[in-house]
């Protein structure tokens, strides 16, 4: 089971960080569940849904802004992504809001998701439970401060756009040592080919499933130390803000540095290796305005280049869509391009798709499984369309200066994550 928890204590090593070597210290020390008991009750509910999903408060200051320095110097959010993305939106019906309404400071990471064995597949039948790599998810959006909007005045306002970056990790050993491999790219490139897992030889699944594990356990155990041991078990438990961020001032800010310095070592720029965004045009009024633009930038080498959004078949990895660079949407109208691309595809296309109400009824509920519905095998607004309120398109961030939006998805997936972490 990769439960096994590591601690830091005293050995050297060096991570890489793409642009400079590091010298850090960590250390380790392996204990059995029932040691855990013996010091305290946390660990044998680790991990839980908070655990996985980590969720900050809206109304309170940011726990990382973009400009905030990690521990080797760097910006959590560099400026040049955001000035990519804020140009690539100037060619959309989103125009320069980015610019007009935010500044650089506003934006703020709002949730993370910490995702044990995230798959590397295009489609289903590449196993997501062998074929999958520990990953760390997280969504930036910009809240305003004081904020004046058409129905009043709002103290904390998040406005209607949010960036979720991709962040697979470097491979590890047990004790966090950065390994210098590509195995992670060398497999998810036989798939992105459409290979399945018995087409891989032994000798690549063996090398890939030994450093996918290593750096799985590792992985959870940097989670593990974000909990407050003021906590009692059980307070991870469901979805919601993480409960470190009430205890007081001062758990809160030991429980920011520990986020700060778990950002740090996870979400390098060099190991970005997506990044995807939406946002509304200028105006703030969602349901009003009923538009909007969805972007896909591939992560290489600390910089990210936009690509084309595409819907590929579960059945076999096709393409069935291009939407080209931009998918532009509203509440119950697709992307024209998707529109044309259903003329010539038909069923096999429409039945990956969320436009209205009646197809959440139809295949909501495989959308939001996992194991049915790979990212790859629908379009960004058809995953982002599973919420309640149809003109809600956040998973994972707020509408407004309401509760963050917790979508079935995101469900489906941390459901499937603990299962994976508990089964091994």
Known sequence: MLTALLFWGCSNFTIDTGDTFVEATPSVHEASNSDWEGQNALYGDFPAEKDLAILFELFDDPMISAGDVTPVGRTYLPYRWLYTVSSAFQQTDVGDALDTENVYEEWRVVSMRVVPCQPLGIMPAQTSDVLCWPTLRLVWQPVVEDAIVSWGRADYYADDRAIHAIYPLQPRTLYGEVIDSDIRKRVAGRLQEGALEDDLSDLLLNEFKTLRDSTAEYFLARTESLRSRSLSAGSWDGYGVRPEVYLGETERNAFQSRIREFMGEFALPNDLAELTAFSLP????????????????EGRNGEIHQQEITVLSPEDGRQLANMGLDQTVSMAVEDEEVLDALDEVGEELERLLIIDPEDVEQIGADMADPDAFFVPNTSC???HRLNDIR??????????DGNMTI??????????ELNWVRTR
């Open 381 to 383: 607004a058809s995953c």
């Open 282 to 297: 200028e105006g703030r009024s969602p349901a009003h305005s009923d538009i909007w633009v969805f972007l896909q930038f």
């Open 391 to 400: 003109f809600d398109f956040h998973s994972l961030s707020h509408l407004e």
């Open 407 to 416: 979508s079935p998805r995101v469900v489906g997936d941390v459901k499937r």
